[in-house]
């Protein structure tokens, strides 16, 4: 059989590289992307294959691999199967537009939708959108082939959500996969394209030319963050590859040039043996790239960062989340300030180049005073670099279905938006209020450091500086201040639209006894933390 399988990009989250960053000497057909490789579809193409498929990638970020090209080539080679695939909800409306445009021109070669978004809404997105045949719920690596062999007899595909005469139908789940070292390793050479180790953000900031690509090694993670989808997606349980079967596709990648690798896994950091494994077979094997990843503060093996570093870890991020444990307590993040100070300087003690610290501001119940803390704390942490985003909501998360609860979101007519939290929560401060304290807040933060760190500054800048013109560095630091335009604006619930407000209503939440109580239980712990 034959498959197609595409990406389809979200616009804010790439960019192509600007041909005056463009240093290499040889042209060699493929295009340069600002942005991450498609991880989903390039795990997938070589377990198809292993079962005598062919298989053809595409990625909607090339320019040649836009609408247009792919229902040409779909015309053209006539595949048997169409798989699509995206992230998350802000990429609906673009691979709704794909799939119609994919059916006009092809009706009878059946469409298949697959990653996070499509495993959250399945059944929902099988209502709404007639060009989309069946959906894949949850990991692709035995439901696609599994599909493929019973294109006519969908119904025994266990995880499949597929329409048939009486509506639809959603088929038994099919369970999480137990042993994830039985795979071949990703594909990173079939798609033309070059992706660039930078930040997603509205300019282009490149971090290095150096071969790049992302790889995971573990799924899942056992806490319960309520603005978080992974609980759900990987039902609260964190399985991993062994230490050998990533040392494998490491030396591939080394022998293939890469010399810097992201670990996309939502928690790397949690098995200390596994990492002093990974971390001796890097240096045992004289392995070239340096490599970066995310975690917990509370789980990083602290013992372990010496290695890590050996290891050539140079970038660790950090979901620091914010700077008073009250809103730290209401997200359910299980930390402690003391513990993110740790963390993080233990890193920086270690020889980490690169700390981040990933913040949310404007959760629910956090005030003006909060969110001044979260960056002051910030500041006085060794963090290299910061993101400090408003908190959202999407579908599949606790908090979606506390506004569920709280009548705020209809799931009914909601389901395929996201939100921020500021515009329809009004425990949350509006959100021309939190665009302005954010300001105040990074100004705050970049005077600190400034004055506090300047070597450290002066460095980060340097490393910018290699990759990115004046212009375009002047515009990175100027960044925060501005308004940040996504081509895509959340929308705003259908309540809230029905009713005519662009705010929510203040003082229409009730606050039940037990969140009063609870709250009064942050409170005072966070004092009595200060306090030691
Ligand atoms: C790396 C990452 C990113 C990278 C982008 C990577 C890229 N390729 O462009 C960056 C940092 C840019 C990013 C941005 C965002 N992300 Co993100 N991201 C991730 C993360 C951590 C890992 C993704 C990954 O590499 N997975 C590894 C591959 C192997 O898995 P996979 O893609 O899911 O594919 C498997 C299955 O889904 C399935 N499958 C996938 N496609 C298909 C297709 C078919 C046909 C079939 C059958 C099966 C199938 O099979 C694959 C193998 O099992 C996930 C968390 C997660 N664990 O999924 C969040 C996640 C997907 N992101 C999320 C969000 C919210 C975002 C942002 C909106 C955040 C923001 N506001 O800035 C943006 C939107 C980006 C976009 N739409 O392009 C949410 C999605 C929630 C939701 N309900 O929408 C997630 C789940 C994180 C979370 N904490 O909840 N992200
Ligand atoms: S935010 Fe991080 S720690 Fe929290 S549930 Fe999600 S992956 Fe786990």
């Given at each position: 059989m034959k498959a197609f399988?595409?990406?389809?990009?979200?616009?804010?989250?790439?960019?192509?590289?600007?041909?005056?960053?463009?240093?290499?000497?040889?042209?060699?057909?493929?295009?340069?992307?600002?942005?991450?490789?498609?991880?989903?579809?390039?795990?997938?193409?070589?377990?198809l294959r292993?079962y005598g498929h062919t298989v053809?990638?595409?990625?909607?970020?090339?320019?040649?691999?836009?609408?247009?090209?792919?229902?040409?080539?779909?015309?053209?080679?006539?595949p048997d199967v169409?798989?699509?695939?995206?992230?998350?909800?802000?990429?609906?409306?673009?691979?709704?537009?794909?799939?119609?445009?994919?059916?006009?021109?092809?009706?009878?070669?059946p469409?298949?939708?697959?990653?996070?978004?499509?495993?959250?809404?399945?059944?929902?997105?099988?209502?709404?959108?007639?060009?989309?045949?069946?959906?894949?719920?949850?990991?692709?690596?035995?439901?696609l082939p599994?599909y493929l062999n019973n294109l006519?007899?969908?119904?025994?595909?266990?995880?499949?959500?597929?329409?048939?005469?009486?509506?639809?139908?959603?088929?038994?789940?099919?369970?999480?996969?137990?042993?994830?070292?039985?795979?071949?390793?990703?594909?990173?050479?079939?798609?033309?394209?070059?992706?660039?180790?930078?930040?997603?953000?509205?300019?282009?900031?490149?971090?290095?030319?150096?071969?790049?690509?992302?790889?995971?090694?573990?799924?899942?993670?056992?806490?319960?963050?309520?603005?978080?989808?992974?609980?759900?997606?990987?039902?609260?349980?964190?399985?991993?590859?062994?230490?050998?079967?990533?040392?494998?596709?490491?030396?591939?990648?080394?022998?293939?040039?890469?010399?810097?690798?992201?670990?996309?896994?939502?928690?790397?950091?949690?098995?200390?043996?596994?990492?002093?494994?990974?971390?001796?077979?890097?240096?045992?094997?004289?392995?070239?790239?340096?490599?970066?990843?995310?975690?917990?503060?509370?789980?990083?093996?602290?013992?372990?960062?010496?290695?890590?570093?050996?290891?050539?870890?140079?970038?660790?991020?950090?979901?620091?989340?914010?700077?008073?444990?009250?809103?730290?307590?209401?997200?359910?993040?299980?930390?402690?300030?003391?513990?993110?100070?740790?963390?993080?300087?233990?890193?920086?003690?270690?020889?980490?180049?690169?700390?981040?610290?990933?913040?949310?501001?404007?959760?629910?119940?956090?005030?003006?005073?909060?969110?001044?803390?979260?960056?002051?704390?910030?500041?006085?942490?060794?963090?290299?670099?910061?993101?400090?985003?408003?908190?959202?909501?999407?579908?599949?998360?606790?908090?979606?279905?506390?506004?569920?609860?709280?009548?705020?979101?209809?799931?009914?007519?909601?389901?395929?938006?996201?939100?921020?939290?500021?515009?329809?929560?009004?425990?949350?401060?509006?959100?021309?209020?939190?665009?302005?304290?954010?300001?105040?807040?990074?100004?705050?933060?970049?005077?600190?450091?400034?004055?506090?760190?300047?070597?450290?500054?002066?460095?980060?800048?340097?490393?910018?500086?290699?990759?990115?013109?004046?212009?375009?560095?002047?515009?990175?630091?100027?960044?925060?201040?501005?308004?940040?335009?996504?081509?895509?604006?959340?929308?705003?619930?259908?309540?809230?639209?029905?009713?005519?407000?662009?705010?929510?209503?203040?003082?229409?939440?009730?606050?039940?006894?037990?969140?009063?109580?609870?709250?009064?239980?942050?409170?005072?712990?966070?004092?009595?933390?200060?306090?030691?």
């Open positions: 399988l595409v990406y389809v990009r979200d616009e804010n989250f790439w960019r192509l590289l600007p041909k005056e960053l463009d240093r290499s000497r040889s042209d060699n057909g493929r295009i340069k992307v600002m942005g991450f490789p498609p991880l989903g579809i390039q795990t997938l193409a070589p377990v292993r053809r990638l595409f990625d909607t970020c090339h320019p040649q691999m836009q609408a247009e090209h792919i229902a040409q080539a779909v015309a053209e080679e006539r169409i798989g699509l695939s995206c992230l998350s909800t802000t990429t609906y409306p673009a691979l709704k537009n794909l799939a119609q445009r994919l059916k006009l021109g092809a009706p009878q070669i469409i298949i939708m697959g990653g996070a978004f499509a495993t959250m809404n399945a059944d929902r997105i099988l209502a709404d959108c007639p060009d989309i045949d069946c959906l894949a719920v949850g990991e692709g690596e035995e439901l599994d006519d007899d969908p119904g025994s595909v266990a995880g499949l959500v597929w329409r048939n005469a009486a509506g639809i139908v959603r088929n038994a789940s099919r369970p999480l996969i137990r042993d994830l070292n039985q795979f071949p390793y990703p594909d990173r050479t079939s798609l033309p394209i070059d992706y660039i180790e930078s930040l997603p953000l509205d300019v282009p900031a490149v971090l290095s030319l150096d071969k790049f690509c992302t790889m995971q090694t573990s799924r899942g993670c056992p806490y319960s963050c309520i603005y978080c989808d992974i609980p759900s997606l990987s039902q609260g349980k964190w399985r991993h590859r062994s230490a050998e079967h990533v040392l494998g596709e490491m030396q591939q990648l080394n022998d293939l040039g890469y010399r810097s690798i992201y670990l996309t896994d939502d928690h790397f950091l949690l098995n200390r043996k596994r990492i002093s494994e990974i971390c001796e077979g890097i240096i045992a094997r004289r392995l070239k790239f340096r490599w970066g990843c995310e975690g917990r503060v509370d789980a990083v093996a602290v013992d372990q960062l010496p290695l890590m570093k050996k290891a050539n870890c140079t970038f660790l991020a950090f979901g620091v989340e914010a700077g008073t444990q009250r809103a730290l307590d209401r997200l359910h993040k299980k930390q402690t300030l003391k513990q993110v100070e740790h963390a993080v300087s233990e890193a920086k003690r270690h020889g980490i180049d690169r700390v981040h610290g990933f913040f949310v501001i404007s959760s629910p119940g956090e005030t003006e005073k909060d969110i001044l803390a979260s960056f002051r704390f910030a500041a006085r942490l060794k963090l290299d670099t910061f993101g400090f985003n408003r908190l959202c909501v999407y579908r599949g998360t606790p908090l979606w279905q506390e506004y569920i609860d709280r009548g705020i979101i209809d799931d009914t007519r909601d389901w395929h938006k996201w939100f921020k939290c500021s515009d329809v929560d009004p425990t949350v401060l509006p959100s021309a209020r939190v665009n302005r304290l954010r300001m105040k807040g990074y100004a705050l933060l970049f005077v600190r450091r400034l004055f506090g760190r300047p070597l450290c500054t002066y460095n980060l800048l340097r490393m910018f500086a290699r990759h990115m013109k004046k212009a375009d560095l002047l515009k990175l630091l100027w960044s925060p201040f501005r308004r940040r335009t996504l081509s895509r604006k959340p929308d705003l619930p259908a309540r809230m639209i029905e009713l005519g407000l662009e705010e929510p209503e203040k003082g229409a939440v009730s606050i039940t006894w037990t969140e009063l109580l609870c709250a009064g239980a942050a409170e005072e712990k966070a004092q009595i933390n200060a306090s030691r």
